[in-house]
Each structure stands twice: as C-alpha cells, then as structure tokens.
C-alpha cells in the first residue's frame, strides 16, 4: 500500500486490513487515515476480493482520535485549532471510513485483541461480525474524560445493539466493558480465549464468508440495514423483493442444483 501505518494482504479473495501503530495503540492518525482509505478503494474497485478482514497490530484496536496530533498542530503558530480539526477529521476521513465499510460490497470481520476506545468503538463495530479475545474491553471515555458525545457511528451502533440503557450508561459512566460481557449482551458476535484462537477464528469465519453468493451476502447486510428504519410491513415487503431478484440469478440456479444432486454449492466466482 505504500503506508507503513496501514498494511493490506489478500489471499485467496480475503483481504486483510491491519492498523500498525502499535506503540501508540493505533490512534486514527493522518497517516492510518491515508492508508485506511487507500485500502478501502481497493477493496472496492477489486472484483476478487470476497471478505475484508479488519485487524491491529499490539494491544489496542484503535483509540480515536490522534488527541496529541490535534493538540500538536493547535499549539504551532498558525496552526488549526482543535474544532477545526476535528472538523475536517470527521467530515473527510472518520465519517467516510465508517460509511465505506458498511456500504462495502464485501462482508466486514473485525478481529480483535486488547483495548477498543473512543472512535475505535465505532469503527469495530462498522464490522459485520466482530470477534474479540478475553483481554479487550470497550471503552467510551467522551464524556467523563472529555466533556464529548461518542462518534464514528457509536451512537447509532450500540443503542441498537444492546438497547439505549446499556449504550447510555456505558457512556456516562465511561464504563470498560470487557469482550465476554460484549458479547453476552450482543454487542459483538463472540469472544475467544487468546490471540491464536482469535486468529484460528477469524480465519475460519473469513474462509467461511468467502465461499458464501457474493451478491446474497451483500443483499443480507442492506437488508438488515433497511430493517432499522422500515415498520414491518415494509420490511416484509423488501424480503419479497429481494427473494424475488435473487431468485433469477446464479447462485439460486446453483444452490436448487447442489439440492438436487445432494452436494454443497459452488458459489465460487468462476461459476
């Protein structure tokens, strides 16, 4: 990728995305930024890519914002002040990498090992499936640290989730909520014991998410998509309309086939 911040594998359609700051806990620097979205273009625009897989290196996910990187530039002569930055952060670069991973076009699994903080919450939870260790934990520190609101979608993803008692009280509290209790709320769809089952783990899932209809994979994510907003009358209507359409394609003809002949499906691309 040319971004020492950011490094980007692809193997067998699944891409890999790793944060690399280790030493500071992958905070949302210009230059994880830069690299973020370099890779999100690639995961768009390339045709064998099957899953992105969304990890980091060290003990920390991600921690938000680059605080000593706004306070740096805000402090030099001339320099932006802090709103501004934070303005520009969130309109140009945050905000577009949480909205460009869900509409990607690809199933989203984030793995991960140690601390998630600030806009690092959003940004795990822009996954599809999240899967962390034992030792991660969760972690809202706007308002008790900061006097701010949560971002990078962490308002919206984690009322839905696991209901607005437990999303306001992580945040006013500024409550640590470690992987295993994350996950027996719902917030994320497992916790493991370590980092090599983190890895055995995410790698099964990821083979798994590969093999699936590519175009039926991203219809699901739309389609729950659409649920948080439609009644239920319109929600049924958009399973109709989806059944309908995907009925007509490939992966139905092949999968009615497989049914036939008493086989598991190739929903490989070549077919």
């Not at 995305?17 to 280790?22: E, F, I, S």
């Not at 520009?88 to 990607?104: E, F, Q, W, Y």
């Not at 640290?145 to 696991?162: E, I, K, N, T």
């Amino acid at each position: 990728m040319g971004h020492d911040a950011v490094l980007f594998e692809l193997d067998a359609g699944i891409a890999t995305l790793m944060l690399n700051d280790a030493a500071r806990m992958n905070p949302l620097s210009a230059p994880i930024r830069e690299g973020f979205m370099a890779a999100l273009h690639r995961v768009e625009t390339e045709p064998g890519i099957r899953v992105l897989v969304l990890k980091a290196n060290g003990k920390g996910f991600c921690v938000g914002a680059d605080l000593a990187e706004i306070l740096s530039r805000a402090d030099a002569p001339g320099g932006p002040s802090v709103p501004d930055q934070l303005v520009d952060l969130m309109d140009n670069t945050a905000n577009p990498i949480v909205a460009r991973l869900r509409a990607l076009r690809v199933p989203v699994v984030c793995a991960i090992d140690g601390a998630v903080a600030g806009g690092g919450v959003g940004l795990a939870l822009a996954g599809d499936i999240v899967i962390a260790t034992k030792a991660s934990y969760f972690y809202l520190p706007f308002v008790p640290s900061l006097g701010m609101v949560p971002d990078m979608g962490a308002s919206w993803f984690m009322p839905r989730a696991v209901g607005k008692a437990r999303a306001v009280g992580m945040t006013l509290l500024g409550k640590r909520v470690g992987a295993q209790q994350a996950a027996d709320w719902g917030l994320i769809w497992g916790c493991v014991d370590d980092a090599k089952a983190l890895a055995d783990e995410v790698a099964t899932v990821a083979a798994q998410l590969a093999q699936l209809p590519a175009h039926a994979a991203l219809e699901v994510r739309s389609l729950y998509a659409a649920s948080e907003a439609n009644t239920l009358a319109e929600q049924l209507a958009d399973e109709r309309e989806r059944q309908v359409r995907l009925s007509a394609g490939p992966a139905f003809a092949e999968g009615l086939r497989a049914f036939k002949e008493k086989r598991k499906p190739d929903f490989s691309p070549e077919r």
